[in-house]
């Protein structure tokens, strides 16, 4: 059988703890993608006193033809 690999980038906002618990659900729970890779960024707010997390990773799906 022929098999394509289908790539999205998604980015999260969050703590994290709750950015791996997603990461977990989808990959482990759910089984619905495989996670390709994790990018971790602290940025900090409109306010400028506080930082956020955002996280942008590679969800990659299996597609069988």
């Not at 703890?17 to 997603?22: E, T």
């Amino acid at each position: 059988s022929v098999q394509n690999v289908w790539t999205r980038k998604v980015v999260v906002q969050g703590d994290f703890k709750s950015i791996l618990k997603l990461v977990y659900e989808l990959e482990q729970v759910s089984k619905i993608c495989r996670i390709a890779s994790l990018d971790f960024q602290k940025k900090k707010t409109g306010s400028g006193h506080d930082f956020e997390l955002d996280c942008g990773f590679y969800v990659q799906n299996v597609i069988k033809k």
